[in-house]
């Protein structure tokens, strides 16, 4: 018995496109302009794709749980309806963070969905 062909995904492990999970795409754009684009899963946070991602500035020291402000970013102008503001509590932490203004978001608290395909966020130049 002879079987058929296996695909490049069998190779690597069986992760061929429609196995992979859904993903959008985040720029995340430096102090300097320069722009780093990534894929972010959905259901994850902005952050979580900051640091699986190696984006520079995004600290996070609290692993995501809303008790620091070292994952703070500037939603693009864009973006910020579609974002939405922030909780009470996370008002309550941005006032730990540096140049806050009024697209400030902590990126741990941004859920990455389908609608947010694109987005894009400032990271400042120094975290609190």
């Known amino acids: 018995m002879k079987l058929a062909p296996k695909g490049i995904s069998d190779y690597i492990g069986g992760t061929s496109r429609k196995n992979l999970p859904d993903m959008t795409k985040i720029t995340f754009v430096q102090k300097d302009g320069e722009r780093i684009e990534t894929e ?14 190696g984006v520079p500035g995004v600290i996070a020291e609290c692993g995501g749980a809303c008790t620091c402000a070292t994952c703070h ?17 996370e008002e309550d932490m941005l006032d730990f963070a540096f140049d806050v203004k009024a697209t400030s978001r902590l990126s741990c608290q941004i859920k990455v969905k389908d609608h947010l395909d694109g987005l894009v966020v400032h990271v400042p130049s120094r975290q609190g």
């Not at 972010?40 to 991602?53: H, R």
């Not at 500037?74 to 509590?89: C, K, L, Q, R």
Request: without cysteine; proline residues 3%.
């Open 73 to 89: 970013v500037y939603v693009d102008d864009a973006w910020t309806e579609a974002v939405g503001g922030p909780s009470a509590m």
């Open 40 to 53: 972010a899963q959905l259901g994850s946070t902005v952050m979580e794709t900051a640091i699986m991602n």
